[in-house]
């Protein structure tokens, strides 16, 4: 194959991979006014159904929009050696080929996040205060912007660098020591991610004494889950909608929920739901889908082994000579197609797993309570009652709500 045909071959994926996306969203879209199914007709009234009908096609113009803007950036950047320019760039700042791949990836990143900010403050400020979800200030997402950013040179810039050391003195033998090093990155981030991570941005407090405890610390006994590890958080100070999630294992599993949650929902529909986040620590679904993230990471670090050293990847892009940057820049958009089959797999799955922890929260307390949660929790989020299941069947990692009551 020569570059000329590899340089077709990538441009050719991602526009391919952008039509995937719009034909999808176009035929969600067209979902939009179906007649919502007589089971779950009571989750809107008139006027909220209007409203979620106004939030849905809003949401879909601007991801419309912001899938163009992002086809467009990088179609120049192809198109006028964009590439090329910042790997003349980064090698003329640096001597050290680590240091070269670091910039180079690093101001990319940068570069694509700075672009996408007035889109992420539009989203934020205009759509999702027009709907009454927004109460992140300006500050605060300022902060929240400048704290990912610390977390992604420190946490994403130290991995990277191991990565490129350990390419340096393996060769193309790399992929082993790179799989067990992410392997452990891995088991600690979700074993501690709740107590390195999350209290960057959210405070945590253990669930107060008080109604709500004793009865959830009655089901916990009755479970076997230790309810030190329950904990509510300030999502409040972002937006209005709510949620809850498990996370961690062994010693380090908490079930926490968003205090939006507790004040949404009454006793009995916050224990069903968090019967619903205990059901995944019992089923194993986070062990599951840690070590089914650890086999992808395997499978595409062998890949890149493979191929991460072809100077065809660098010529396709106008470079005479090879490097690490340029050669996973290549392979990430050509693995896309396998990554886009990973997520499929990921999220049959997930559906699965989410419909055994509603049936856990069942048999163990009550499926009546969970399915008024789950309508509570929908309708103050306006979700979308009827998506195309072609896009359900691609995106979703969670059923939707029909599913879910169908099945309860």
Same mark, same amino acid.
């Given at each position: ?60 113009? %601007?991801?419309?929009? #912001?899938? =163009?803007?992002?086809? !467009? *950036?990088?179609?120049? /950047?192809?198109?006028?050696?964009? +590439?090329? &320019? ?17 910039? %180079?990836?690093?101001? #990319?990143? =940068?570069?694509?996040? !700075? *672009?996408?900010?007035? /889109?992420?403050?539009?989203?934020? +400020?205009? &759509? ?281």
């Amino acid at each position: 194959m020569s570059p000329e045909s590899v340089f077709i071959l990538l441009i050719l994926i991602i526009i391919l991979n952008f039509l995937k996306d719009y034909y999808l969203s176009y035929l969600n879209s067209k979902n939009f006014g179906n007649k919502i199914p007589k089971i779950i007709s009571d989750v809107y009234d008139e006027k909220k159904y209007l409203e979620s009908q106004n939030y849905k096609q809003t949401q879909y113009k %601007f991801s419309k929009f #912001l899938k =163009f803007y992002g086809l !467009i *950036l990088i179609l120049l /950047f192809f198109l006028f050696d964009g +590439f090329l &320019i910042l790997d003349h760039f980064t090698r003329d700042l640096f001597d050290s080929s680590i240091l070269v791949s670091l910039s %180079f990836l690093g101001i #990319l990143y =940068f570069g694509n996040d !700075i *672009l996408t900010i007035p /889109f992420s403050i539009y989203y934020t +400020f205009v &759509i999702e205060e027009r709907f009454g979800f927004n109460k992140t200030t300006l500050k605060l997402f300022i902060l929240d912007k400048i704290k990912s950013w610390i977390i992604t040179i420190l946490l994403g810039g130290g991995i990277l660098y191991f990565l490129l050391l350990l390419v340096d003195l393996y060769g193309d033998k790399f992929w082993i020591p790179a799989w067990i090093f992410l392997t452990i990155i891995s088991v600690l981030l979700n074993g501690l991610y709740a107590q390195l991570i999350v209290p960057l941005f959210n405070k945590q407090t253990k669930l107060e004494e008080g109604d709500l405890r004793s009865q959830i610390e009655d089901y916990s006994q009755k479970v076997g889950f230790d309810l030190s590890n329950i904990f509510v958080i300030d999502g409040s100070k972002r937006s209005t909608k709510a949620n809850a999630y498990f996370s961690g294992f062994g010693k380090q599993k908490r079930v926490t929920l968003y205090d939006t949650l507790i004040n949404k929902l009454n006793t009995n529909q916050i224990i069903a739901v968090v019967a619903h986040e205990i059901g995944h620590y019992k089923k194993n679904h986070i062990i599951y889908n840690l070590i089914f993230s650890i086999i992808q990471t395997g499978i595409m670090l062998y890949l890149l082994s493979i191929f991460i050293f072809l100077p065809i990847f660098s010529l396709s892009l106008g470079i005479e000579e090879s490097s690490f940057h340029i050669g996973i820049l290549c392979f990430s958009i050509l693995f896309s197609p396998i990554s886009e089959l990973i997520s499929l797999i990921f999220n049959i799955y997930s559906r699965k797993f989410e419909f055994e922890a509603d049936n856990f929260a069942k048999k163990t307390f009550s499926g009546k309570y969970l399915i008024e949660a789950l309508k509570i929790l929908s309708k103050d989020s306006l979700s979308n009652l009827t998506p195309h299941p072609k896009y359900v069947w691609w995106y979703y990692s969670h059923p939707t709500l029909l599913q879910r009551i169908l099945r309860l």
